[in-house]
């Protein structure tokens, strides 16, 4: 009953709302029906009302006085309707737009509208501007727009548009704006293109726009403002492009183009920005680009350009932005550039440019920023570069530069960035620390200073990342207030001749890292490192450090590197840094430790190696304890001795039946070995063999090589199995990569538990993940973005670990959502890394001289296997936050404009717009992107990227 008295209501309540609209006028009501079809959450159209009882005597529109909507002045005729940033979504159905005829500005940008375009638009003969952008409207443009006689301003820049560029645009010969860019439009720009008449803004950038640039552009002489890159096209520059006499802004930048450059661009003067970067020209930068005297700001970068820096630049004084880097220029750089009153940007880095930088570089000009690393430049550091006052990055590393940094860094009180790494500066470190308030990095390692590290370093308070190692001249001490900076994240002073104590941790709270192996530094390594709270690393290898290793090493929570090495401590091993949950690698090789390894799982997983080099240590992995010694040293022995006959005959017997297991087993592959990597040997060969068949058949094994098999060991434990066969040369060359593999220890790889093998192939143990991979679980996190981003993260890690912290680096090979494994606290773990190259050198026929170090071609293959993995990584990430929805996207995403990606990720992930998880997808959004970069050496290392993700540290907002 109740059910029916409600829809008798509701029935009520619809049908004077629809008395009251048919009361009203035909545009009130035309605006209702939109509203009633429009997705609007955000309730923006809230005061699109018909007020009760009201009528309109004088014929005035109701609707005049809603938001968005403007009428004339007597409040009879919708003239424009502004429904911009309203939150709005849905199809439209264009069936209200009959009414408008005299609408001249309807503006729906930045809502979500999708599907077509309703074509009814184009009836509205009176639009002066019609403005659609960053929605997200699809299919093609319909037919029929030319009918929008009067359009100056048509934009529908960021949707999803595709098919060709519409022809009949051209026709519109009062349009002055045209803005395309962001869609998905593919085949040629039309050449009716170049016959706008009034048109002063074009932009087509970021769709799958091919062919050659039509030269018909050029008759564009009203065009003030032209970005067609970000398209992929065939062929140069047309040269008639030079006859775009009104021209401001030109970018042509990622589009594909090869040729050089043609001199008649050097005829449009009045160009103010021209960004050709990413592309493939060649040739030499036309002099006569001099003649553009108002240019402001030239990037040339990345592409083929060889030659030098033309010397007449000079001329150009307006120019604040120079960017040549990635090229293949030479030459020295001309002191013309010095003479620039408007350079503010400098960035010539990768090329072959040498001689010196120009003697009075800075003088003239205020500099902000300049990277002039990895080229072949030689000489001092200009003295006046910092003159300006406001120069905050300087990159000069990877040269031969000398000198010393005095006078001109000594008082630079504006760096914030300093790298001069790998050059041959001598002298003091002549920075005035306290007088460096915003620096942040600096790296001064692998050059020749001396005379110690300044002792004001801690005046720098600003300072996170400090490295002067490889300094071998360098001397001196660690500053008494060092660990007193409270940014600071990574010190590195390793191979500085420094001497002297450790100074005591009063304070340190953001440390993460302590390098300071391969000095002279000694005394105790102070029990005060409890302090470092956020220490991960610490290498303290190769000094003449004495007394015990401090217990409290075991109580930092995100210990995961000590290296302890060659150095002179004594004592034992406290048990307690067993019981560390993070340590992976732990080295305390040739000191004086003495007593037992404590019988503990991650300290025994270290391996021999962590240990060897003190005689008076022992114990798994080292030999066993004489038992002498430990018989001599207790009471009540007479049982003990016992105990231990009879775990030696245990052992014994085991030995000689595993001997007799191989004796037996003995095929065309000879003798079965196993090689464990977590220290005991949990099992045996045999295990392995018998769990495959339980008939001793060890050819019953799954013959796919690489495929990875699940096998459960007769002790019960679950491991995955991969076989690999080789040729029998090549045994040692492949045992030694998988030693390799298997020492390559970090929480977000896969554990490889050990190795059988015999002449001719091997089966790799590992964990076993229950869970399944990734690919698999993409799908339930779909707004999970906090599991995401721990997933990003710590396959970021694994990589990073097996780039960065592996020597030489390792290749994953074959990174792929299937090959990451998530465990119970959906943190992942990469697996199939490196098996790629245990293949390849596995089966490479070349003389079995490869080794270690490999030849030539392994190391190259290394390389830009290293940067495919930089590339998959980027893919992968796309891959999860899309939640599978976008696999292999690489080439994709860098042809799409930044915005769209952005706002289609955030709707997969159903964030809302006011969102601040926005902001975060968008960071992560930018490593994807940086990482997807077409030219390698242009993307992001693991390393760097690995910071730009940790910097968000989303885990306290997220939630
Ligand atoms: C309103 O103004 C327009 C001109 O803007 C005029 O043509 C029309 O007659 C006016 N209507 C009324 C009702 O005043
Ligand atoms: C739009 O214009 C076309 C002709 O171009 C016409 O056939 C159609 O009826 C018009 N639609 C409306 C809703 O006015
Ligand atoms: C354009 O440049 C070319 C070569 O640089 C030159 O010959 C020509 O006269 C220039 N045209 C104009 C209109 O300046
Ligand atoms: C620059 O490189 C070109 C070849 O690309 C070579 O011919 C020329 O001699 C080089 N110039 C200098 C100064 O090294």
């Known amino acids: 009953m109740d059910v029916f008295h409600g829809l008798y209501f509701s029935f009520l309540f619809v049908s004077t709302i629809i008395a009251m609209v048919l009361a009203s006028d035909p545009y009130s009501e035309a605006l209702l029906s939109l509203k009633s079809e429009v997705v609007d959450d955000y309730n923006s159209l809230d005061d699109w009302l018909v007020p009760p009882g009201s009528g309109n005597p004088l014929g005035k529109v109701i609707a005049c006085s809603w938001s968005g909507v403007k009428c004339n002045n007597n409040s009879t005729i919708v003239i424009a309707l502004d429904l911009s940033m309203k939150n709005l979504g849905g199809a439209l159905s264009g069936k209200q737009f009959g009414v408008f005829t005299e609408l001249v500005d309807l503006n729906i940008s930045y809502n979500s509208f999708f599907s077509q375009l309703p074509v009814e638009i184009f009836n509205l003969t009176n639009l002066a501007s019609l403005d659609i952008s960053r929605n997200n409207f699809s299919g093609q443009l319909p037919s029929g727009i030319s009918g929008l006689r009067n359009l100056v301003v048509l934009d529908a820049f960021s949707n999803s548009f595709e098919g060709l560029l519409p022809i009949e645009i051209s026709q ?63 062929g140069s520059i047309p040269w008639q492009l030079g006859n775009m006499s009104e021209i401001q802004y030109l970018d042509i930048a990622g589009a594909n183009l090869s040729g050089s450059i043609p001199m008649q661009l050097s005829n449009l003067t009045k160009l103010q920005s021209l960004f050709l970067f990413r592309n493939h020209l060649t040739g030499q930068i036309p002099r006569e680009f001099s003649r553009i005297r108002n240019l402001i700001s030239l990037d040339l970068s990345d592409n083929q350009i060889s030659g030098a820096i033309p010397e007449s630049f000079a001329e150009l004084k307006n120019l604040r932005l120079l960017s040549l880097m990635y090229n293949e220029m030479n030459g020295t750089v001309p002191e013309a550039i010095a003479a620039l009153p408007s ?78 790494e790998d050059n041959s500066f001598s002298g003091d470190i002549l920075l005035n620390f306290s007088n460096l308030p915003h620096i942040a990095y600096i790296d001064l390692s692998r050059n020749k200073f001396t005379g110690g590290i300044p002792v004001d370093v801690s005046k720098a308070s600003k300072l996170e990342y400090f490295n002067v190692s490889n300094n071998p001249e360098l001397g001196g001490i660690i500053p008494a207030q060092t660990w007193s900076l409270p940014l600071l994240q990574n010190f590195s002073a390793s191979a500085c001749n420094i001497s002297g104590n450790i100074p005591p941790f009063n304070s340190c709270k953001s440390i993460s890292a302590i390098e300071v192996h391969t000095n002279n530094l000694s005394g105790n390594a102070p029990d005060s490192v409890s302090n470092c709270h956020a220490l991960e690393r610490l290498d303290l290898s190769n000094n003449k450090f004495t007394g015990n290793i401090p217990e409290e090493l075991a109580s930092l929570p995100d210990l995961e590197f000590l290296d302890l090495s060659h150095n002179n401590l004594c004592g034992q091993i406290p048990s307690k840094l067993g019981s560390s949950s993070s340590l992976l690698v732990l080295n305390v090789s040739f000191n004086d430790i003495s007593g037992t390894i404590p019988a503990n799982k991650v300290l025994r997983s270290m391996g021999g190696s962590a240990y060897v080099g003190n005689p008076k240590l022992c114990g798994p992995p080292l030999g066993p304890c004489a038992s002498s010694m430990v018989i001599l040293g207790s009471k009540g022995t007479g049982k003990l001795i016992l105990v231990l006959l009879l775990c030696a005959g245990i052992v014994m017997f085991i030995v000689a039946s595993v001997l007799g297991i191989f004796y037996i087993r003995r095929g065309s592959g000879g003798q079965w070995k196993m090689i464990s990597f977590i220290g005991l040997p949990r099992f045996t060969t045999d295990d392995v063999l018998r769990s495959f068949n339980p008939t001793h058949s060890k050819e019953a094994m799954p013959q796919l090589p690489g495929s990875l098999c699940k096998a459960v060991l007769p002790t019960g434990i679950t491991v995955s199995v991969k076989k690999v066969e080789w040729e029998a040369k090549r045994m040692e060359a492949v045992s030694e990569f998988i030693r390799r593999m298997g020492n390559a220890r970090h929480k977000n790889l896969i554990r490889l538990l050990g190795f059988c093998y015999n002449k001719r192939m091997g089966y790799l143990l590992y964990d076993h993940f229950p869970n399944g991979n990734l690919s698999e679980n993409l799908i339930r996190m779909k707004r999970d973005c906090a599991a995401k981003y721990q997933i990003v993260i710590g396959i970021a890690k694994g990589l990073c670990f097996l780039h960065h912290d592996c020597y030489p680096a390792i290749p994953h090979g074959d990174l792929k959502s299937s090959n990451v494994l998530l465990d119970d606290n959906m943190e992942p773990h990469l697996t199939e890394f490196a098996f790629k190259y245990l293949v390849w050198l596995a089966n490479c ?95 992001l290392s693991m390393q760097e990227a690995l910071k730009l993700l940790s910097a968000m540290k989303p885990t306290k907002k997220i939630r």
């Not at 503010?344 to 902000?368: A, C, E, Q, V, Y």
């Not at 030539?856 to 796309?878: A, P, Q, R, W």
């Open 343 to 420: 350079l503010d940007t400098l960035f010539i880095w990768n090329n072959f440019f040498s001689g010196s930088l120009p003697l009075h570089l800075g003088r003239n000009s205020k500099l902000r920023w300049v990277d002039v690393s990895t080229n072949n430049l030689i000489g001092t550091i200009p003295p006046d570069i910092c003159a300006g006052g406001v120069l905050f990055k300087l990159i000069l590393f990877s040269n031969s530069f000398t000198g010393s940094l005095s006078p001109s860094l000594s008082n630079c009180s504006s760096l914030v960035r300093l790298r001069l």
């Open 845 to 939: 026929s070349s003389p079995a001289t490869i080794h270690g170090r490999e030849t030539g071609e392994f190391n190259s293959t290394i390389k830009e296997e290293l940067y495919n993995d930089i590339y998959s990584f980027g893919e992968m990430i796309v891959e999860i936050l899309t939640n599978g929805r976008l696999k292999n996207a690489g080439g994709s995403i860098q042809s799409k404009p930044r915005e769209i990606l952005w706002r289609e990720i955030c709707s997969d992930n159903e964030v809302g717009s006011t969102n601040s998880l926005q902001e975060e997808i968008k960071v992560v959004l930018d490593v994807a992107l940086l990482c997807t970069r077409s030219r390698p050496s242009q993307r």
């Open 172 to 234: 519109l010969q009062h349009l002055k704006i045209l803005n395309l860019a962001g869609s998905y439009f593919n085949g040629p720009i039309p050449p009716q293109y170049g016959s706008f008449k009034s048109l002063e803004f074009l932009h087509l950038a970021g769709n799958f726009l091919g062919g050659s640039i039509p030269p018909e552009l050029g008759q564009l002489k009203t065009v003030t403002h032209m970005e067609i890159g970000y398209n992929s096209y065939q």
